[in-house]
C-alpha cells in the first residue's frame, strides 16, 4: 500500500543550495495516523541508498524528476543531535535547479514528503497529547524567530494555531509545517519533536 510522510526542512545551505530534513522519524504517527519503528526505518534508509535511487527527487509526487536535484546526504540522526529526532532517517537534497531552489526560500516548497509501498499491520501507539503543543519557529532570513500554539482535538487532529508577535506582527497557522505570510513571509516550523517527548510506541507499522 502506498503511503506520503510530510516532514518540515530544518536546516538549509544558501550557497550549496541544500536543504536537510527528517525523511521519517521513528514512532510518530504520519499523516495517515501510521508509523514506523526506528530498525524498520533503518532498514529502509539503507535499501533506499543501496538500490541507487539518490536522485529519484520530484514535486509534490507529480513522478516528474527534478533536474539535477539528489540526495547527497543520508544517514540515522544518532543519540544527542542537536537538531534531528534519534534514529529518525534524515536526507540532505541538494537543489540546483534556480527556480525550484527560489520556491523553497520563499515557502512554497517547506518539506520532504515520502512516498513508499508499505506492508501494514495493526499495532498500539500511545501518544499524550496536551490541548496545545507549544514551540518556536525556524528563524527568517533577518534572524528573527517566533514562539507558536498549536491546537489539537481529542482525536489528534490538527486544528490550528498562532504566534507570539515579533519585530511589530504575529502569524496564523492553518497548516502543520508553515505559517501563513504575514509582512512578506513566513516561517517554518516543526511540532514532530514536541510529540516525540511524549511518545510511547511499540511495535511498527
Not at 516532514?7 to 543550495?17: C, G, P, S, T
Not at 501510521?34 to 543501496?50: S, V
Not at 516548497?109 to 513508499?116: K, L, V
Not at 489539537?152 to 498562532?162: K, P
Request: proline share 2%.
Amino acid at each position: 500500500m502506498k503511503k506520503t510522510l510530510q516532514a518540515v526542512f530544518k536546516a538549509d545551505n544558501e550557497e550549496q543550495q541544500i536543504v536537510w530534513a527528517e525523511i521519517y522519524a521513528p514512532n510518530i504517527p504520519d499523516t495517515d495516523g501510521e508509523f514506523m519503528d526506528a530498525e524498520t526505518i533503518r532498514k529502509m534508509a539503507y535499501k533506499f541508498m543501496g538500490d541507487h535511487k539518490q536522485n529519484h527527487v520530484d514535486l509534490r509526487h507529480n513522478n516528474r524528476l527534478v533536474k539535477g536535484a539528489c540526495l547527497v546526504e543520508s544517514f540515522i540522526a544518532r543519540k544527542g543531535d542537536p537538531t534531528f529526532i534519534e534514529d529518525a532517517w534524515v536526507g540532505g537534497v541538494h537543489i540546483p535547479d534556480k527556480a525550484v531552489w527560489s520556491e523553497i526560500k520563499s515557502g512554497g516548497i517547506n518539506g520532504f514528503s515520502m512516498e513508499a509501498f508499505v506492508h501494514k499491520r495493526a499495532v498500539e501507539l500511545e501518544i499524550d497529547i496536551p490541548d496545545i503543543l507549544h514551540g518556536t519557529t525556524m528563524k527568517h532570513a533577518d534572524g528573527h524567530e517566533h514562539e507558536f500554539n498549536v491546537k489539537y482535538d481529542d482525536r489528534g487532529n490538527f486544528l490550528g494555531g498562532d504566534t507570539s508577535e515579533t519585530n511589530g506582527h504575529k502569524h496564523t497557522i492553518k497548516r502543520g509545517t508553515i505559517t501563513e505570510h504575514q509582512n512578506g513571509h513566513n516561517h517554518r516550523f516543526s511540532f514532530i519533536d514536541l510529540f516525540n517527548a511524549g511518545t510511547n510506541a511499540e511495535g511498527n507499522s
